[in-house]
């Protein structure tokens, strides 16, 4: 934003009223007169609020790369009935890393039910970094994960990896979910947003916030009823965690910019030691919701077992996040002055 100053301006007092709307400015002097420039941490501010400030002459705002994404400021995503928003209350999604059986999609539907999650996360199509990983039980396991969650009143997340799974996907699932290695695959991009359907969108993990917000307006462009911005760690130097959960961008684009956005501590740590704290310190960022990991079985999950949480670690972090039916409240295993 510049905001140019009329001449007879008193320039330390236009900057103080500035600076009480949180933008910093830094004073520019060009043939046609004054002017001063925002600087790029300062908070959205309306061209109105500013032009009314004595002295001021006219603001002048670039037109926003992301308009539908900054339209979306405040306003609510709706999946399933349940809705994911700044104001609406927190969602738990949770469920194990891929689906592997129709027993574990049941026995997972289940846990996750009695303990007040919404959805069911689980892979069907799975990324794997090696060629010669297992890379899931694909059309079997979203049929085995619908029904599960149908039998327990849970709506369906999971990741679409290629434009030519992407019906056969939506088919089954509720949200459908972009992955972090995906986050810039435009061709995937359109052709998700295209089936006019909510959609989850994990960070790249070497993405920049302001990448991140272009590829969601690539799916709002194509037609996505709505996207939920999910952080789930960007790459750091310190092997002790699997990734690193960027909390600032999930305040930046709770708070900043109005959007819903979930945090995923299980990729985000690597760690199930640390899922419940920095569950915490998402939902104390602003994040409207955690996807988790959660295996019946952890020890034995055949992708990302370390990063899953046993049912009954699911129950404190559910009743952290204040969705823990009361019904199961007494019945924790873990109590609140065990973990903090
Ligand atoms: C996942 O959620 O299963 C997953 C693979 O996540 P990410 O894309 O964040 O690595
Ligand atoms: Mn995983």
Known sequence: MI?????????RRVQQKLTVM???????EGVRGRALVVGPHSPPVAAEAVRAVDGVADVLTPPSPHPKVDAARG????????????DAPPVLIAGPC??????????????????????MRGGAFKPRTSPYSYTGHGVDALRWMRAAADAHGLGVVTE???EVDAELVAEHA????IGSRNMQNFALLKAVGALGRPVLLKRGMGAQIEEWLLAGEHLLAAGAAGVIFCERGVHGFDPSTRYMLDLAAVA?????????????????????????????AGRAAGACGLIVEMHPDAERARSDGPQALTPNELTGVAADLG???????????????AHR
């Open 252 to 280: 930046l684009l709770s708070h900043v910019h109005g959007l819903p956005v979930l945090v995923d501590p299980s990729h985000g740590t690597g760690r199930r030691d640390l899922i419940a704290p920095m569950s915490r």
């Open 3 to 11: 905001i140019t100053l009329s001449p007879d301006a008193d320039v």
């Open 323 to 337: 969705v823990l039916p009361a019904s199961r409240r007494g019945a924790s295993p873990w109590p609140q002055e």
């Open 160 to 162: 679409i990896m290629s």
């Open 174 to 177: 509720d949200l459908l979910q």
């Open 98 to 119: 891929s689906v592997e059986s129709e027993q574990t999609a049941h026995e997972a539907a289940e846990a996750l039910a009695a303990r007040g999650a919404r959805f």
């Open 22 to 28: 949180g933008l910093w400015t830094q004073l520019t």
């Open 75 to 86: 306003a609510r995503v709706e999946v399933a009935g349940v809705p994911f928003g700044v």
